[in-house]
């Protein structure tokens, strides 16, 4: 099984900030990666696929980096409604994992 | 596109439970559907995922022999059956639909999700 780690598990920042979040998989995985974001009980929402293609709709101070084991999440100016948590998933093998979350919370 | 999950609710160890998924909005025969779970406070967990025809079906190995996913195309609506559950199924379970109409599965949208509580 792929394993992911996402680092930090917690970040604090203000308002403005540029915020960074890595995953790293346990093996290759390509460009099969995908972000989540999470608010308190709402379901997630994707915001990456393919490592860096932005979903439609999604704000482009988001922007993601990476193949192959190690990838980033950006915020480039953290606003108010970003403060959530944040999933990697790896989609290039069953059974397909998720990271263990990064909660953004104000500083 | 819209889903929505039904029948959670409280069930002792070792019962059953049968979760549905109603889609709409979307060409629901065209596009493989998911099984993801969050146990209160924690992380997302990947359950089972069925292809667009419903001739493969994959299963995390938590679940494996326990759950089944199935759909009903003419009913647009997504299944999964729980069997001899466990205190550690606990969670809310999301439904959630392929990205695009390829076997790439990148989740979107997701479903509001449905409480299983499983304890005598």
């Known amino acids: 099984d792929i394993q992911l780690t996402q680092s930090p598990s917690s970040v604090s920042a203000s308002v403005g900030d540029r915020v960074t979040i890595t995953c790293r998989a346990s093996?290759?995985?390509?460009?099969?990666l995908a972000w989540y974001q999470q608010k308190p009980g709402k379901a997630p929402k994707l915001l990456i696929y393919?490592?860096?293609s932005l979903q439609s709709g999604g704000p482009s101070r988001f922007s993601g980096s990476g193949s192959g084991t190690d990838f980033t999440l950006t915020i480039s100016s953290l606003q108010p409604e970003d403060f959530a948590t944040y999933y990697c998933?790896?989609?290039?093998?069953?059974?397909?994992?998720f990271g263990g979350g990064t909660k953004v919370e104000i500083k | 596109v819209q889903l929505l999950e039904s029948g959670g609710g409280l069930v002792q160890p070792g019962g059953s439970l049968r979760l549905s998924c109603g889609a709409s909005?979307?060409?629901?025969?065209?596009?493989?559907m998911s099984w993801v779970r969050q146990a209160p406070g924690k992380g997302l967990e990947w359950v089972s995922t069925?292809?667009?025809?419903?001739?493969?079906?994959f299963y995390a190995d938590s679940v494996k022999g326990r759950f089944f996913i199935s759909r009903d195309s003419s009913k647009n609506t997504l299944f999964l059956q729980m069997n001899s559950v466990r205190a550690e199924d606990t969670a809310v379970y999301y439904c959630?639909?392929?990205?695009?109409?390829?076997?790439?599965?990148?989740?979107?949208?997701w479903g509001q999700g449905t409480l299983v509580i499983v304890s005598s």
């Open positions: 393919a490592a860096s």
């Open positions: 998933q790896q989609a290039n093998s069953f059974p397909l994992t």
């Open positions: 959630a639909k392929d990205r695009v109409d390829t076997p790439i599965h990148w989740f979107d949208p």
């Open positions: 069925i292809s667009d025809s419903g001739g493969s079906t």
């Open positions: 909005g979307f060409t629901f025969s065209s596009y493989a």
């Open positions: 093996q290759g995985i390509s460009s099969w």
